[in-house]
């Protein structure tokens, strides 16, 4: 794969703490907590503690779903974060959308597969995707089916649209809801949710999270001529995941890491974004991986696990942590480097290092003359 960097034009998000980017961003950085009891019971009978949309944010939102489909209540709280996130990355451009002169490849991140629960089919999700007004085209939109690490994963293929392909701009996202019973169930049962008398669980949310990538710098949002850059990922596999009954060895987190850090940024990591969600297994694993990769990180790193402010998200967690990484490094005044990273409940494994750089100059030709001189001309605030 080439080193060539990716660059962060847009982020949308909707979430339990935030209708979009801007406020769940600002809420994850003040510790604010979305968890509340659920209507949901536990094995012991107990309120399930969740971290859910509000019902009514929904009610506004129209939606045209495929006559004679199967379709649920998680489907539709999917589709239309899908669609709430999205219309947010595309509010929050800094140039004009004329310089879209080709469909926008589109890389959804999915759950993974459950024995006893239905995720939301493709076929709906792509029918929606493909009403909302956004230049997507069916034939160029993927999916990844590996969980809480598709999101992370997901920016290979978006390298190869970019600079195999030659497309100037790819988005990646993902859109998931616990609102799943036969889901919560199956969880419940292994005694994995947080609930009173189970500390040692997560809180099941649901959120969505887009971002809008580009191999033209001069196309990236920036702040006081500094840009977001995403070096190429490290991925791997772990053999005793939780779902496993191999012997837990952490192998896999840390050969993620090990090739993440490999790829020669300018200074050690001093912030971990991570898909941690208050299992105790997920801590086991970071403390494994950072400790068999010390060298790469700065004396006080710090460790942010969102999951603590708006729960697990499932397939929406990788581009939710990409997200939430660059727009806390566009804030801050200093230049930073950040290592995110996400696990599954299976084997995947996937790292990124994000880095807050100056601008290159010259490194790539505007789309056209005239959308460039656009942008240059427009304001260029934070995310």
């Known amino acids: 794969m080439s080193t060539n960097n990716i660059y962060i034009s847009s982020i949308g998000m909707i ?24 209507e949901y019971l536990n094995q012991n009978d107990k309120p399930i503690t969740m971290a859910t949309v509000p019902d009514q944010i929904f009610h506004g939102v129209d939606v045209k779903i495929e ?14 974060m ?32 459950q024995i006893h629960s239905k995720q939301i089919p493709t076929k709906i999700l792509t029918a929606n995707l493909l009403n909302c007004g956004a ?22 293929l978006a390298h190869r649209y970019l600079y195999e392909l030659n497309h100037d701009f ?30 040692d669980g997560f809180a099941p949310a649901e959120a969505a999270s887009f971002i809008l990538l580009t191999r033209h710098p001069e196309y990236a949002q920036s702040k006081n001529n500094h840009i977001i850059a995403l070096h190429p990922i490290g991925q791997s596999e772990e053999p005793g995941h939780i779902n496993s009954e191999e012997p837990y060895q952490g192998n896999g987190l840390d050969q993620a890491f090990k090739q993440a850090l490999q790829r020669g940024f300018n200074s050690s990591i001093d912030t971990i974004y991570c ?20 060298e790469s990180f700065s004396e006080n790193t710090l460790i942010e696990h969102p999951a603590d402010c708006y729960g697990e998200l499932g397939a929406a967690t990788g581009t939710m942590l990409i997200g939430l990484s660059a727009m806390s ?32 100059m010259n490194e ?20």
């Not at 230049?135 to 290979?156: C, V």
């Not at 105790?280 to 403390?287: D, L, R, V």
């Open 135 to 156: 230049p997507f085209d069916d034939k160029q939109i993927r999916y990844i089916h590996t969980g809480r690490a598709s999101g992370i994963q997901s920016l290979e």
């Open 15 to 38: 979430s339990p703490l935030g209708l979009n980017a801007q406020m769940t961003s600002t809420s994850v950085a003040a510790k604010i907590s979305a968890y509340k009891a659920s």
């Open 170 to 199: 790819v988005i990646i996202g993902g859109s998931d809801s616990y609102k799943n019973y036969p889901l919560l169930t199956q969880l419940a049962e292994k005694e994995r949710l947080l609930a009173p008398g189970s500390p």
């Open 329 to 360: 490094l566009l804030k801050q005044s200093k230049l930073g480097t950040h290592l995110i990273y996400s696990s599954s409940d299976g084997p995947a494994r996937a790292a990124v290092v994000a880095e807050k750089i100056k601008i290159p």
């Open 275 to 294: 898909s941690m969600n208050g299992e105790g297994f997920w801590a086991k694993e970071q403390g494994v991986a950072m400790m068999r990769n010390s």
């Open 82 to 113: 899908a669609l709430i996130a999205l219309q947010d990355l595309f509010t929050r451009l800094t140039f004009d959308q004329s310089v879209f002169s080709q469909a926008i490849p589109l890389i959804m991140a999915m759950p993974e597969a």
């Open 67 to 80: 006559e004679g489909s199967y379709y649920r209540e998680q489907y539709d709280r999917i589709i239309k």
């Open 364 to 383: 790539s030709l505007p789309i056209t003359p005239n959308a460039h001189s656009d942008r240059q001309n427009s304001s260029h605030g934070g995310f």
